[in-house]
């Protein structure tokens, strides 16, 4: 059974720091890119970040670049997301999301709210 969990989500005062992290199983972690994704109320759900399958490439929306960290843990099968200099505009429902191919799997979000 496939399975992404994502964990770390919270409340966090501006300017201020949180660690997301997305446990996988039921498929082969090391060869999918794995992606975050956020949703804000009323928003399309957009791209965060991504990271290729061996962990050596990533990308950032340019609105996160230089804040947001992704990175990968191929042996433990976990995709992590570092935020930092948080802003309430960053406040959304966060998803790990991996592909392969023609495959997609999708975590069930964790909610992230930045607000003083």
């Known amino acids: 059974q496939v399975q992404l969990v994502e964990s770390g989500g919270g409340l966090v005062q501006p300017g201020g720091s949180l660690r997301l992290s997305c446990a996988a199983s039921?498929?082969?972690?090391?060869?999918?890119?794995m992606n975050w994704y956020r949703q804000a109320p009323g928003k399309e759900r957009e791209l965060v970040a991504t990271?290729?399958?061996?962990?050596?490439?990533?990308n950032y929306a340019d609105s996160v670049k230089g804040r947001f960290t992704i990175s990968r843990d191929n042996a433990n099968n976990t995709v992590y997301l570092e935020m930092k200099s948080l802003k309430p505009e960053d406040t959304a429902v966060y998803y790990c999301?991996?592909?392969?191919?023609?495959?997609?799997?999708w975590g069930q979000g964790t909610q992230v709210t930045v607000s003083s």
């Open positions: 999301n991996g592909v392969f191919r023609t495959l997609k799997y």
């Open positions: 990271i290729i399958s061996r962990g050596g490439s990533t």
């Open positions: 039921g498929f082969t972690f090391s060869m999918y890119t």
